[in-house]
C-alpha cells in the first residue's frame, strides 16, 4: 500500500509544500530514496531560474530531505540520492558526458571561484555552449559532493550515500536525447546487456535498496556507490575519484544548494 504525494522536485516551492505536507502527516522514515532527472536535449531553466536537469535532480531533494531532518523525521533514517557513473568521469568519449572543468577542481570557464562556478552551472549562465550530456554528468557529481556534505552536517543522526543504478536503458533514458547520443543509446538498447552496458531496472532499483538497508555491505555514510571504473553494469563498489573527496568541493556544493532551497 503506497500514499501518493504529487511534485515537482524541480520547482523550490512545490518541494516545500510536499515537505509541509509529509511533516504535518507526522509519520517517521526509516529510509528515503531521492531519484528523479534527466538527459536533457535543450537548455530548460525553472520558475525559480534554475537549469531543469539540476533543479529535478537536487534542488527540490535538498528542499524536502532537509525540511524532513529538521522535523525529526529522519532520525537514524537512510537517505540514498541517486547518482551516475558519468559522474565518475571515465566513460567512453563517444559518450560526450565528461565532467566539466570546475567540477574536478580546475580552472573554469564558469566562473573565477568555485562558488561562482557552480552558481552559473546550476543556473546555466555564463560558460561555455550549454551541452545537455555535460550538464547530466556534472549535476551528477553535485550528487556525490551532496552525500558527502551532508553525512557530515548531520554525522550520528542521519546516513547519506549515493548509489547509482547502473544503465538502465529500460527506464527510457533517451526519450530526451537527440542526435547521435540518441542513435548510440537506442544501439545500446539493442546489444547492451551483452556487452556489459545496459542491465535490468529490477537490478538498479536493487543497488538503491541495497544500501538503504545495508544488505551487501558494508556501506559508509557520506559515500559513493557506483559500477566498477569504466563499467555501466555489475558490482556495486564505492568510488573515491579526487574530484568525489575533496571536502572544499562538497561544503561549496552543499552551499550553493543550500542558498537555491533558501
Not at 559518450?95 to 566539466?100: A, T
Not at 547521435?180 to 536493487?206: E, H, N, T, W
Amino acid at each position: 500500500v503506497f500514499d501518493t504525494l504529487v511534485v515537482d522536485v524541480g520547482v523550490v516551492e512545490s518541494s516545500r509544500k510536499a515537505a509541509a505536507e509529509l511533516v504535518s502527516r507526522g509519520r517517521s522514515f526509516d529510509a528515503g530514496l531521492v531519484n528523479a532527472g534527466m538527459v536533457p536535449s535543450r537548455l530548460d531553466r525553472t520558475e525559480d531560474g534554475v537549469e531543469m536537469c539540476f533543479a529535478a535532480s537536487l534542488v527540490g531533494h535538498h528542499v524536502i530531505t532537509t525540511e524532513l531532518l529538521e522535523a525529526g523525521l529522519l532520525d537514524d533514517a537512510s537517505v540514498v540520492l541517486v547518482g551516475s557513473e558519468a559522474a565518475n568521469n571515465d566513460m567512453p568519449k563517444m559518450m560526450g558526458m565528461s565532467v566539466y572543468d570546475f567540477a574536478l577542481g580546475e580552472p573554469s570557464e564558469f566562473g573565477t571561484t568555485e562558488a561562482e562556478a557552480m552558481k552559473n552551472f546550476a543556473t546555466a549562465s555564463g560558460g561555455p555552449e550549454y551541452n545537455g550530456q555535460r550538464q547530466y554528468s556534472t549535476t551528477k557529481v553535485f550528487s556525490a559532493w551532496w552525500s558527502a556534505a551532508m553525512a557530515r552536517r548531520h554525522d550520528g543522526s542521519s546516513r547519506f550515500y549515493t548509489v547509482s543504478p547502473g544503465a538502465n536503458l529500460g527506464t527510457a533514458a533517451d526519450r530526451n536525447a537527440t542526435g547521435a547520443f540518441k542513435v548510440m543509446i537506442a544501439v545500446m538498447g539493442k546489444v547492451g546487456r551483452y556487452v556489459g552496458m545496459d542491465q535490468p531496472v529490477s537490478l538498479g532499483a536493487k543497488r538503491y535498496l541495497d544500501v538503504a538497508l545495508g544488505r551487501g555491505g558494508p556501506y559508509e555514510s557520506g559515500r559513493t556507490y557506483t559500477s566498477r571504473p569504466k563499467k555501466l553494469t555489475g558490482p556495486l563498489v564505492e568510488r573515491t575519484p579526487g574530484h568525489f573527496t575533496n571536502t572544499t568541493l562538497q561544503d561549496t556544493a552543499l552551499a550553493v544548494l543550500d542558498d537555491f532551497a533558501r
